[in-house]
T-cell receptor, first 114, second 115 residues
Framework: AQSVTQPDIHITVSEGASLELRCNYS??????LFWYVQSPGQGLQLLLK??????LVQGIKGFEAEFKRSQSSFNLRKPSVHWSDAAEYFC????????????FGQGTTLQVKP | ETGVTQSPTHLIKTRGQQVTLRCSSQ?????VSWYQQALGQGPQFIFQ???????GRGNFPPRFSGLQFPNYSSELNVNALELDDSALYLC??????????????FGPGTRLTVL
């Protein structure tokens, strides 16, 4: 069965420091992978997505992610974190090419210290 | 362009009651998906509607049902509410049958509390 694991439930970084959020997936075929961000009281906003091609994908708000098939990982990175990046981050994989059913990880809460 | 909207924002019900949540999809979108997000968890797929027909269902009991209307808005109905149904319910729309590559645009959600 398809699944997504985000090993870090909570991460705290200082403003201006670099960030890496981990995501591991389990999926038999070529995965479609997504990173979403959720701020309090808000819905989910898409940061970036990977379907095929270049394994390093760029997203909005200065985020990027790298797909590593050998490690079944799709980690999210940002070189310099801003206080406004504090939010909940979800990695997701599409479970079926027919329904577009998104399978989400448990999420990682990012706290940014001034 | 209006995004995905959901109503109501918050709702409190008691066990055994029934509830209807509503979603208006983004203009031009004909696919709507519903997700349940329990506190501290990632969203879980409930079902998807495409052109008024159910197109895929997650691991939820039949007391979770839905509708999609000709204008592509949607309802989620939950009968015989249980305490564990307390969650944030998210609606997402996409411009076509979400065959994996189409982005799903999420609404702000409806927070349901069952007492």
């Amino acid at each position: 069965a398809q699944s997504v694991t985000q090993p870090d439930i909570h991460i705290t970084v200082s403003e201006g420091a670099s960030l890496e959020l981990r995501c591991n997936y389990s999926y038999g075929a070529t995965p479609y992978l997504f990173w979403y961000v959720q701020s309090p009281g808000q819905g989910l906003q898409l940061l970036l997505k990977y379907f095929s091609g270049d394994t390093l994908v760029q997203g909005i708000k200065g985020f990027e992610a790298e797909f590593k098939r050998s490690q079944s990982s799709f980690n999210l990175r940002k070189p310099s974190v801003h206080w406004s990046d504090a939010a909940e981050y979800f990695c997701a994989v599409v479970g079926s090419s027919n329904t577009g059913k998104l399978i989400f990880g448990q999420g990682t809460t990012l706290q940014v210290k001034p | 362009e209006t995004g995905v909207t959901q109503s109501p924002t918050h709702l409190i019900k008691t066990r055994g009651q029934q509830v209807t949540l509503r979603c208006s999809s983004q203009s031009g979108h004909n696919t709507v998906s519903w997700y349940q997000q329990a506190l501290g968890q990632g969203p879980q797929f409930i079902f998807q509607y495409y052109r008024e027909e159910e197109n895929g269902r997650g691991n939820f009991p039949p007391r979770f049902s839905g509708l999609q209307f000709p204008n592509y808005s949607s309802e989620l109905n939950v009968n015989a509410l249980e305490l564990d149904d307390s969650a944030l319910y998210l609606c997402a729309s996409s411009p076509a049958l979400a065959g994996g590559t189409d982005e799903q645009f999420f609404g702000p959600g409806t927070r349901l509390t069952v007492l």
